[in-house]
Structures are given as C-alpha cells and as structure tokens.
C-alpha cells in the first residue's frame, strides 16, 4: 500500500476526504470561479433586466405624457403672475426641483400654494388629475441606482471574457469532466442574453439623455434624483389631496350640526 493510499484510510472527516478528493484536479481554482460566475449569472441578469427597462419606460412616459405639459404650463402662467413686476417675471421655464418648492409656501394655517394649484385644477382643468397615471414608473425608477447598473453589467462582461478564457485553457481531466461539454453552451446562450441587456441599457441611457435634454436638466443628474423630484411631487399632490378631502369631510360634519 502506497503512503497516498495509507494517508487517505487515515483520514475520516467529510470536509478532510472532500480536500483530498480535489486536490489534484487540474485548474482548480479557475474552474471553481467559473462555477460560481455560472450559477450567479442567472440571478443577475433577472434582477438588472427589470431595472433598466425601468429607466427606459420612465423616461419615455415623462417625455411624451401631454397631462405633464398643460400642468407645466399652468404653473410657469401662475409663477408669472405672483412674479409679475420682478425680475422672476415673463419667465420661459423653470427648474423641475420648483415644482416641490410649491409645499413650501405657506398661506394661511396650513394652506399652501400647492393647495391653491391643486383646487385650481381640479376645477379648472379636472382631466389633469390623474396625471399620476401617465407617469407611473417614476417611482420604481427613482429607486433605481443606474451606476449600480453599469457597474453590474462591467463586471458580468468581464466575467463573460474570463469564462471565454478559461473553456479556452483547462483542458480535459477524464471521461468524468465535463467542463469542455458545458462551458461553451452555456456561453453562446450568456452572451446572447448580455448582448440584449446591454442594448436595453444604452437605449434606456439615450431615453434618459434625451428627456433630460427635453427638460433643461443637467446631464449629469443620475436618475434616481430626477425621478425622486418627481416622486415626490406625486406623494406631495397626494397628501394635499387628501388634507381637502378631510376638510369637505369636516365641513360636513359641522353643517350637519348646525
């Protein structure tokens, strides 16, 4: 009996007999990060796929949402008017981070003029009220990281790269390897999918590009903070909504005890 053989009846433990088991397969190392980059590759790609769309969707909805442009409207009409004789006046446009300065000012009690612009329009204008509606992946795309995105996507390419590599040098360890087998399918079908993915990702970035463009937003707002000004606006509208119903409900009640 050889001493291999000898160190090997010696051994009992499970994790021992599994080390000395593989010790000796060819390209260990490389073979176990392939392995671990295959069964994360799935999971990865469903979660990024998802958020990019999201960013395309989103961009796409604000630029072409008419209920966006009569709203904008109305509110550079009224910044002019409470302007009018200063030089904020006969504006052409405004920032979108004003839109969200509307909560800040205050009338009477807690009225502010977001109130004011809510009731306006509700009477005036009624159809723009649901323009929540017309821009409903705001949300999820302001909970979207895009830098994330582009840093998943850097590394799954190179991961993709090193595989090509790896399926390229490790060669055959017996009848019982089948690495050479299952490398290369599972490539033309990973690349194929990235391929699509990251076509998704530069078209949601141009969509993106272009409503910032659209907007007269710096291009280097991320967009999770052009989103969010929007989000919030959306939940501001939301809370103003729901302080007048409570008022009507209110008043109600005290008619009716009168």
């Known amino acids: 009996m050889c001493i291999r053989d000898r160190y090997q009846r010696r051994v009992r433990g499970k994790a021992e007999q599994f080390l000395w088991a593989i010790h000796d397969i060819p390209f260990l190392q490389d073979r176990l990060e392939s392995l671990i980059f295959m069964l994360s590759f799935r999971p990865k790609m469903d979660d990024l796929k998802p958020k990019v769309r999201v960013i395309k969707v989103a ?8 209920k966006i442009v009569q709203l904008f409207e109305i509110l550079l009409s009224l910044g002019n008017f409470l302007n009018g004789g200063t030089f ?74 090193q595989l090509s590599k790896a399926a390229t040098t490790i060669t055959k360890n017996g009848p019982q390897d089948h690495f050479q087998e299952i490398v290369p399918s599972f490539l033309a079908k990973g690349n ?23 907007f007269g937003e710096d291009l ?18 939301q809370r103003v909504k729901d302080d007048i119903l409570r008022e009507q409900v209110m008043a109600e009640k005290l008619a009716k005890t009168e």
């Open 59 to 66: 961009s796409i909805e604000l630029r072409e949402s008419q």
């Open 220 to 237: 280097a707002t991320p967009p999770d903070k052009f989103f969010g000004m929007w989000t919030q606006f959306i939940d501001s509208f």
């Open 88 to 161: 904020r006046g006969d504006a052409i446009g405004f920032k979108i981070d004003t839109i969200n300065k509307l909560a800040d000012v205050r009338g009477k009690g807690k009225t502010t003029l977001l109130h004011y612009v809510y009731k306006f329009v509700e009477k005036q204008y009624p159809k723009l009220m649901s323009f929540p509606k017309e821009i409903s992946f705001v949300r999820e795309a302001a909970a979207t990281d895009m830098n994330f995105i582009k840093g998943e996507l850097g590394s799954l390419k190179k991961g993709l790269t």
């Open 192 to 214: 194929e999918e990235f391929g699509e993915v990251e076509m998704l990702a530069v078209m949601a970035d141009k969509q993106y590009r272009e409503l910032l463009l659209y």
